[in-house]
């Protein structure tokens, strides 16, 4: 193992500036091909909005390995068992790719029954069904590029994993613009050069991965460790990531059953839908990567049994997280306007965009408790608590609210954000709630925080 992982993961700075980036570069690549394809054809935006939540759908079902091993790994770095750590990755990648190949098979041969029930109108079921279809292809190697990047980012090298995402949108960009846009002589695709272009991407970016992993974190990919993956490592990563799973599944779905709301306002909102989204995921980076900068140092802290250290540094967190995202919600509403006019000169998506910022001003704040708080308590071993409240909130809170204000009061998008808001505060203090009663102390993955001989 590298000296680096012997000497922990670092400080929340040096390990959040590269995961906000990436994580960026990564929110960057759905909205490159978005705007990209709106200079094109107004209409296949929604297309390909449909098309990418049914992906992203299809990646939260098998990213629970990723983010079930990542939890193990910085706990066995924490407690310096780096024997154990190896094996969780090789186990953690050959399940993977098992359910990547699932997921794969059911994307490729339902791609048009799928985006039927999405309520996609039926004059882009041809051009969603092509994109979703041939994207579907990357679902196998983006399963092992999961595990590889949450493996350099478990070891503290949160910069090299940024540098792979960073090589995955160059390409898509430079892949779209021959494809997209037909530059050096080359046909215009439309959806299909767009879908392409990111396949293209994700396949170079895994073979970038697999080289930084060797060369960063010292482990060299063994074909038999992969074959035969470790019953007991496995047993440990998915105690986090069947719940982790549980919890993100339950967030795309009732989020796909809200943007069927939004299909019945008609296809001018489920523009405007996708266009803010795209948008409000950029608001969240601050929240995200602080969260998961944070949950690599408690993973640490708990592997090396510092309760204490742990439950401070997570408050210490967290009011940093609020102050940011507050900072870049307000910025957002003051600006938002401004930028959304430079894609689009609708004057109702303007119009509707701009009432959303000032939503966000409430919403990005609850958010962060639950992108904070919830990586914590999963770090510590704690993942079934954030799943029963996911369930309870989403499903009693978020949709029916959403519905009944945005479609039954008539309040259309903002009525429907609305009620997403109310899950974001309500769950954002359960989960408080829980870190401040210390219960997850006794949900520690390793027994024996003793290092291996070596």
């Known amino acids: 193992m590298t000296h680096q992982a012997q000497q922990g993961p ?76 190896k094996v969780v990755l090789h186990s953690a990648i050959g399940f993977n790719l098992l359910i990547g190949l699932l997921a794969a098979i059911v994307i490729l041969t339902g791609a048009g029954p799928i985006l039927q029930m999405m309520n996609l109108p039926a004059h882009l079921l041809g051009d969603g069904q092509l ?14 590029a999961l595990c590889l990047a949450a493996t350099l980012r478990a070891h503290g090298h949160t910069r090299q994993a940024m540098y792979a995402t960073l090589l995955v949108n160059l390409v898509t960009f430079i892949s779209n613009l021959t494809l ?49 993956p470790s019953k007991d490592k496995l047993r440990k990563v998915l105690r986090i990531g069947l719940p982790a799973a549980g919890e993100n599944l339950s967030w795309m779905l009732q989020f796909m059953v809200i943007t069927s709301f939004v299909g019945l306002l008609g296809e001018t909102a489920l523009a405007t839908h996708s266009y803010y989204f795209q948008i409000c995921l950029f608001m969240m980076l601050f929240g995200i990567s602080i969260g998961l900068g944070n949950e690599i140092i408690i993973g640490y802290l708990i592997g090396g049994r510092q309760f204490d ?9 967290l009011k940093l997280g609020i102050i940011v995202t507050f900072i870049v919600a307000c910025c957002a509403a003051v600006i938002g306007r401004q930028a959304v006019s430079f894609f689009s000169d609708d004057a109702t998506i303007i119009q509707q965009i701009s009432m959303l910022f000032l939503i966000s001003i409430i919403m990005e704040p609850g958010r962060t408790f639950n992108l904070v708080v919830i990586n914590a308590l999963r770090a ?75």
């Open 10 to 85: 670092g400080s929340l700075f040096s390990l959040t500036w590269p995961l906000f980036i990436d994580i960026a570069l990564h929110f960057a690549t759905g909205a490159m091909n978005t705007f990209m394809m709106g200079q094109i054809n107004f209409a296949d935006v929604a297309a390909l909005a449909v098309g990418n939540q049914v992906f992203d759908l299809a990646i939260t079902v098998f990213s629970f390995v990723s983010i079930g091993s990542s939890v193990v790994l910085t706990q066995y770095l924490g407690a310096k068992r780096f024997d154990d750590a």
């Open 131 to 144: 994109y979703l279809t041939i994207i579907g292809l990357c679902l196998l190697p983006e399963a092992a």
């Open 180 to 228: 997209l846009y037909g530059w050096f002589g080359l046909p215009q695709l439309g959806v299909a050069g767009v879908a392409i272009s990111t396949v293209v991407g994700r396949l170079i970016g895994i073979v970038f991965l697999i080289w930084l992993v060797q060369k960063r974190a010292g482990i060299q990919l063994l074909p038999k460790l992969l074959l035969h």
């Open 309 to 317: 250290s742990a439950y401070a540094r997570l408050l210490k967190t």
């Open 380 to 454: 510590t071993g704690d993942a079934h608590f954030p799943l029963l409240m996911a369930l309870c909130s989403m499903w009693g809170i978020a949709v029916p609210l959403s519905y009944y204000f945005g479609i039954h009061e008539g309040m259309g998008l903002v009525g429907i954000w609305i009620g997403l808001v109310c899950d974001e505060w309500v769950r954002g203090l359960a989960m408080l709630w829980r870190w401040r009663s210390r219960r997850w102390q006794s949900k520690s993955l390793i027994d024996d925080a003793t290092p291996l001989a070596h």
